[in-house]
């Protein structure tokens, strides 16, 4: 299954020269992929995306939208995050990706919100992300809640463990890669959160311990990138549902412009599809920079 593209040019564009180098080299990198790829770039008022019209999973993408609502949750409440509340193991999924449950077992721990927000997004634990899910009152909560930032494009039925329990719940929590990006262009600009809790999120992205191999693979060293990775196992038939990867990054003119890449269905093997996301943030970083 050869993908047939389809390029949608959003608000402003960029110069047309720049545009159009941007467009062919990602074009030309993706034309002959057995997938489907997605791209949004958010530049300060321009906008491209590539494939913008499919539902893509998000997998572990949406515990950013998770922690948001969490966050904000804990502001209505008045707060902190870093207030201690008791976590118990015992009561969470084995078999799942969940550093602090290795850590403790089926222990009952005192930590704080800071600490599970920390591991849900910086660390993608399973647990922490379902822990916070139901603090917030639920993914129907969280779903609504993000709905009224004005952000659209994207749907939230299903937690970790529901998608655990049955892979094919996985392509119910879905996104465009723009409604993802148009997401942390709202929350990193203020006025979402507390501007200290911001700094909060904007550290906790900065400090992601997943993906070495998809965006930030395709920067210099130098460069500062804050994400949020998802991976999806694969179907019985070797498809891999999901690879995703979104993020914001920071220019060295003190700029900032968000990208996200997703693909979804692919037949490609693992190294292949980070790589695609790898050399899509080189081409765009070299073309903004």
Same mark, same amino acid.
């Given at each position: 299954?050869?993908?047939?593209?389809?390029?949608?040019?959003?608000?402003?564009?960029?110069?047309?020269? *720049?545009?159009?180098?941007?467009?062919?080299?990602?074009?030309?990198?993706?034309?002959?992929?057995?997938?489907?790829?997605?791209?949004?770039?958010?530049?300060? =008022?321009?906008?491209?995306?590539?494939?913008?019209?499919?539902? %893509?999973?998000?997998?572990?993408?949406?515990?950013?939208?998770?922690?948001? @609502?969490?966050?904000?949750?804990?502001?209505?409440?008045?707060?902190?995050?870093? @207030?201690?509340?008791?976590?118990?193991?015992?009561?969470?999924?084995?078999?799942?990706? $969940?550093?602090?449950?290795?850590?403790?077992?089926?222990?009952?721990?005192?930590?704080? %919100?800071?600490?599970?927000?920390?591991? @849900?997004?910086?660390?993608?634990?399973?647990?922490?992300?379902?822990?916070?899910?139901?603090?917030?009152?639920?993914?129907?909560?969280?779903? $609504?809640?993000?709905?009224?930032?004005?952000?659209?494009?994207?749907?939230?039925?299903?937690?970790?463990?529901?998608?655990?329990?049955?892979?094919?719940?996985?392509?119910?929590?879905?996104?465009?890669?723009?409604?993802?990006?148009?997401?942390?262009?709202?929350? %990193?600009?203020? *006025?979402?959160?507390?501007?200290?809790?911001?700094?909060?999120?904007?550290?906790?992205?900065?400090?992601?311990?997943?993906?070495?191999?998809?965006?930030?693979?395709?920067?210099?060293?130098?460069?500062?990138?804050?994400?949020?990775?998802?991976?999806? =196992?694969?179907?019985?038939?070797?498809?891999?549902?999901?690879?995703? =990867?979104? *993020?914001?990054? %920071?220019?060295?003119?003190?700029?900032?412009?968000?990208?996200?890449?997703?693909?979804?269905?692919?037949?490609?093997?693992?190294?292949?599809?980070?790589?695609?996301?790898?050399?899509?943030?080189?081409?765009?970083?070299?073309?903004?920079?």
């Amino acid at each position: 299954m050869k993908v047939l593209y389809t390029l949608i040019i959003l608000l402003y564009c960029l110069p047309l020269s *720049g545009q159009t180098h941007l467009i062919e080299k990602i074009e030309n990198l993706i034309r002959n992929k057995d997938a489907k790829i997605g791209v949004a770039i958010i530049h300060k =008022d321009k906008t491209i995306t590539l494939n913008n019209e499919e539902k %893509y999973p998000l997998m572990s993408v949406f515990k950013f939208h998770v922690v948001v @609502a969490a966050i904000k949750k804990l502001e209505n409440d008045n707060v902190p995050i870093d @207030a201690p509340i008791y976590v118990d193991f015992s009561k969470m999924p084995k078999n799942t990706y $969940s550093p602090l449950k290795d850590k403790y077992g089926n222990s009952l721990i005192k930590m704080t %919100y800071k600490t599970v927000m920390i591991y @849900a997004l910086s660390h993608s634990d399973n647990n922490m992300c379902d822990f916070l899910i139901e603090f917030a009152g639920g993914i129907d909560k969280v779903y $609504s809640y993000i709905k009224t930032l004005g952000i659209d494009g994207f749907h939230l039925s299903e937690t970790e463990e529901s998608m655990h329990e049955d892979i094919s719940k996985s392509y119910r929590n879905f996104s465009t890669p723009l409604s993802m990006a148009r997401l942390m262009k709202k929350v %990193y600009e203020g *006025g979402v959160l507390s501007s200290k809790n911001t700094a909060f999120l904007e550290k906790t992205m900065l400090e992601c311990s997943t993906g070495e191999n998809k965006l930030k693979a395709g920067l210099p060293q130098s460069v500062r990138i804050g994400h949020k990775t998802g991976h999806s =196992d694969r179907t019985s038939d070797g498809i891999r549902i999901a690879e995703n =990867d979104a *993020g914001i990054i %920071y220019l060295p003119n003190g700029e900032q412009y968000y990208i996200c890449v997703f693909i979804m269905d692919s037949k490609e093997s693992d190294y292949t599809n980070c790589k695609i996301i790898a050399d899509i943030a080189k081409i765009t970083h070299e073309n903004l920079n």
